[in-house]
């Protein structure tokens, strides 16, 4: 993704002027997390893919075939598409465009000041996306992929790119909008075998380029207008947060009862007619990340402008804040001078930091004078947060209280934070931290993942909802 929306560098050459190849030649906007994946993926389908960022250092790992991030397989994919000449990387999202017959935008669409969406970094890729049409007479389809209210495909970037290019949708050009469902760890697993594929166009011409490119991998996509398109992507996540919540309730009603929650939810999770699927549906921590918060908060906001009461979707941030609360207060009852944390990220299998609700936890210790060492084996005291920290400005307090103190707080031997630790969290289900758990003897452990499906018996392990 873009980390400010300033103005496109023109200086970093680009793949010369695309032969007439047989499958279209693909630029990818933003190069975070969803435009790694997909310039990788794109290009393992047999597609030319420009991979595009004013970031210089995304930039020049992906041009060399090296990933960006933290994901399971991607270095392997990238280089591969290297090495074929089948990827290649930019600066230069206007020449990008030229060289191109499909853009896919991937930019950051955090938060805003006021709760809802900010739209800065969609106006500077717009903004050079029209010039670069300007430039070509040959039709070009835009695909937004990011996650935005309903609208502001068809009624903010569409319009700009309009007014820099001279040009029109739908006649001209092409705009739609492909919401993508990757879950990071095993992303590339999901673009692969996705659970769907939705475009939403309202022309045919742009449907049927897309959903040639898609063919690979779903030969029946679900074609749909732009608005609805949009929608889907923030319907489903803010399901997956509902769902999120409502386990980690139940989880927090049985404790007390001395009820199983897992149990209680593994035949819950067995309806799969009514309830629909099991994912998401185990207690565990809060929901965190680069989707889930955003997108409740969003919703909220755009009820609250429409003036329509949204009891349930309004009071999920309070029930995660809640639950987040609930872990703190585990930890407190301790006594512990020095907390050991083990699992940084908000899940397993990457180094995404955005809105991970164990850095809440962390802040609030850290504030109270207790002592906190980490581990993550995706994370190092040299992983880089700059670009996460813009991201979340107006969302994770956690991460922007601990943006000083953080590389400080981080390990990379797992012995050092176990063995001076007074109490233990353990917020991913790994082999190492399982085996740390069952070897931390009268050392308190809160576990709030269940990292074994059998809770250990000893009198000082704690979960969180069982």
């Known amino acids: 993704m873009f980390d400010s ?11 010369p002027l695309r032969l007439v190849d047989e499958k279209p030649a693909i630029s990818v906007i933003g190069l975070g997390y969803v435009g790694a994946v997909s310039t990788a ?47 290649s990387a930019t600066d230069d999202l206007e020449q990008a465009v030229v060289d191109t017959d499909v853009t896919f935008v991937s930019v950051g669409t955090p938060t805003a000041a006021d709760g809802g969406c900010d739209h800065s970094y969609i106006d500077a ?24 209210p309903p609208g502001v495909t068809m009624g903010f970037m569409a319009p700009i790119i309009e007014e820099v290019s001279g040009l029109r949708v739908g006649v001209d050009f092409g705009v739609c909008f492909n919401p993508e469902f990757l879950r990071e760890g095993v992303a590339i697993d999901d673009f692969n075998a996705p659970p769907k594929t939705v475009i939403g166009a309202n022309d045919d011409r742009s449907a049927r380029i897309l959903s040639r490119i898609y063919e690979a991998v779903d030969e029946n996509p679900i074609v749909t207008s732009v608005e609805t398109a949009e929608m889907v992507k923030y319907v489903d996540n803010v399901w997956h947060a509902t769902k999120v919540c409502f386990a980690n309730e139940v989880g927090r009603l ?32 809060a929901y965190g990340g680069s989707c889930l918060p955003k997108e409740v908060r969003a919703v909220a906001h755009i009820a609250q402008a429409q003036g329509v009461d949204l009891p349930m979707i309004r009071s999920l941030d309070q029930s995660n804040k809640s639950h987040i609360e609930s872990a703190l207060d585990m930890v407190r009852d301790t006594g512990a001078k020095t907390v050991g944390v083990l699992g940084l990220a908000f899940k397993p299998g990457t180094d995404d930091l955005r809105e991970s609700p164990i850095l809440e936890v962390i802040a609030a210790l850290n504030a109270e004078g207790v002592e906190v060492v980490v581990h993550d084996p995706a994370i190092t005291p040299d992983t880089p947060l700059a670009g996460q920290l813009a991201y979340v400005r107006h ?34 289900a790994n082999p190492a931290y399982r085996a740390a758990v069952l070897a931390a003897g009268d050392t308190p452990v809160i576990d709030v993942v269940r990292v074994a499906q059998t809770a250990p018996a000893s009198p000082a392990y704690r979960g969180i909802g069982w």
Request: glycine share 8%; proline share 5%; net charge negative.
């Open 5 to 15: 929306p300033h103005v496109f560098a023109q200086n970093t050459a680009v793949s």
């Open 41 to 87: 993926c794109l290009s393992s389908l047999g597609h030319r893919v420009i991979g595009v960022d004013i970031d210089p250092v995304k930039v020049n790992a992906i041009a060399t075939g090296q990933s960006p991030i933290h994901e399971r397989d991607l270095d392997g994919l990238l280089d591969d598409g290297v090495r074929a000449g089948l990827v």
């Open 125 to 148: 890729a717009a903004r050079a996306i029209g010039a670069g049409l300007k430039r070509k007479q040959e039709f070009h389809v835009v695909v937004m992929r990011c996650s935005i």
């Open 254 to 285: 049985c404790k007390p009862l001395s009820v199983d929650s897992h149990d209680v939810m593994d035949i819950f999770v067995q309806d799969t007619k009514l309830n629909l699927s099991p994912y998401y549906l185990k207690p565990g921590f």
């Open 395 to 428: 969302g994770s307090s956690g991460l922007q209280a601990l943006a000083k103190d953080l590389p400080g707080m981080m390990r990379t031997d797992l012995a050092e934070v176990t063995n001076g630790a007074d109490a233990l969290i353990v917020t991913h």
